[in-house]
């Protein structure tokens, strides 16, 4: 069993920064994939960057690619979200969840946290 505990949300104006942070607990695996999905009011759960444990292979949707970077600090057992350059249409609940393989489907991750909202304004 894991435990995903997310913090950092909150209100930011377009253009603006944003760290979320996401720490896991339980039974984790090293081989298991991290990654961040959002969802916005009326819309589908969307990938947003996913992340291996063991070698930080990385993975972004194209909406995000050059404004958000996801990391993670393995001796913590913490995956970060850093987003730059925001815009209001960044705006959602962001969640993050693990599973045992790379992929850009919800339905491939098991374990889930109960989301951070982001608000962007502008």
């Known amino acids: 069993q894991v435990q995903l505990v997310e913090s950092g949300g909150g209100l930011v104006q377009a253009g603006g920064s944003l760290r979320l942070s996401c720490v896991a607990s339980g039974r984790t695996s090293s081989r298991y994939i991290m990654a961040w999905f959002r969802q916005a009011p009326g819309k589908e759960r969307e990938f947003v960057a996913a992340?291996?444990?063991?070698?930080?292979?990385?993975s972004y949707t194209d909406s995000v690619k050059g404004r958000f970077t996801i990391s993670r600090d393995n001796a913590k057992n913490t995956v970060f979200l850093q987003m730059t350059s925001l815009k209001v249409e960044d705006a959602a609940v962001y969640y993050c969840?693990?599973?045992?393989?790379?992929?850009?489907?919800?339905?491939?991750?098991?374990?889930w946290g109960q989301g951070t909202q982001v608000t962007v304004s502008s």
């Open positions: 969840a693990t599973g045992p393989a790379f992929a850009r489907s919800n339905t491939a991750y098991e374990y």
């Open positions: 992340i291996r444990w063991n070698d930080g292979r990385t």
